[in-house]
């Protein structure tokens, strides 16, 4: 059996007694860090014979199938360094090698950045969308391109390109657009700061510390400018997109004119 064990977030008090079990006794402990994971066994007093592999992005796939062939017969408890596997960590190979080979998977769940955050933010949690880490690059057209998204929206950044990521999104979405950096959750020095996208990247320019989740207030009823789409459409013909295309796909996913669009497009270029 393969158990996908969600771990504490910061705050040891949340490691459940299930999770303090499965280490126990696990066979194997496929874990992100194995050095995080003994101190984290070492720091919950929990005494194991198991195992432990390292399963990191860098070799999930050609460990999977490995671990769930020792699933078989074993168990197998998969830990990333924090909060549950699987979500922006290593576990999802791992869990579709097992379906396809008809090893059994359990959860064990538990902390999760992701969600702790959504409930945190004050932003309506009945649809909301996970989009993991912000990408390094693009970061204009990523964001024009959810413009129109009507679900709150969940983003990981790391501290040091925060008031960076917020100024990007606060020209991408209008200054009005409301925002949430959620940071160090469940530690000491825990903080939800809520404003305008126009505030929180005045509040971050400088970046800030420790492990940053962003929510987003979803669109609504409000209406995509040009500016904003205008953005997408430049993202993707830098990207080698033909300006017509580009425009066409934008007005589809936003409901402008895509001949506004167009001229607004070649206007921008000249």
């Known amino acids: 059996m393969i158990i996908l064990a969600a771990t504490p977030i910061g705050n040891l008090g949340d490691a459940s007694p299930r999770l303090r079990e499965a280490l126990a006794t696990a066979d194997v402990i496929a874990a992100e860090d194995t050095r995080t994971t003994r101190?984290?066994?070492?720091?919950?007093g929990v005494q194991t014979s198991a195992q432990f592999v390292a399963l990191h992005d860098h070799n999930e796939d050609a460990k999977s199938a490995e671990l769930v062939k020792r699933a078989a017969e074993s168990t197998v408890v998969v830990?990333?360094?924090?909060?549950?596997?699987?979500?922006?960590?290593?576990?999802?190979?791992?869990?579709?090698?097992?379906?396809?080979?008809?090893?059994?998977?359990?959860?064990?769940?538990?902390?999760?950045?992701?969600?702790?955050?959504?409930?945190?933010?004050?932003?309506?949690?009945?649809?909301?969308a996970f989009e993991g880490f912000v990408p390094r690059k693009g970061r204009a057209g990523f964001f024009a391109a959810l413009a129109a998204e009507r679900r709150t929206l969940v983003f990981f950044e790391s501290p040091h390109r925060l008031?960076?990521?917020?100024?990007?999104?606060?020209d991408a979405l209008g200054s009005d657009r409301r925002a949430a950096v959620c940071r160090e959750l469940t530690k000491m020095y825990e903080e939800v700061r809520r404003g305008t996208l126009s505030e929180l990247a005045e509040s971050f320019a400088d970046g800030a510390r420790g492990e940053i989740v962003v929510v987003l207030e979803g669109a609504g009823d409000a209406t995509v400018t040009?500016?904003?789409?205008?953005?997408?459409?430049?993202?993707?013909?830098a990207a080698g997109e033909r300006l017509k295309d580009a425009c066409r796909d934008v007005a589809d996913a936003t409901g402008l004119a895509s001949r506004e669009l167009y001229q607004a497009a070649l206007a921008a270029q000249r």
């Open 39 to 44: 101190h984290l066994l070492s720091a919950l």
């Open 79 to 128: 830990v990333s360094d924090a909060g549950m596997p699987g979500i922006s960590d290593p576990g999802f190979a791992i869990v579709r090698e097992a379906a396809a080979a008809g090893v059994a998977v359990t959860v064990i769940p538990g902390p999760s950045a992701v969600l702790a955050a959504v409930a945190l933010s004050g932003f309506a949690t009945d649809r909301f």
């Open 163 to 170: 008031g960076e990521t917020l100024a990007i999104m606060r």
């Open 226 to 237: 040009v500016d904003s789409a205008l953005t997408e459409v430049l993202a993707r013909t």
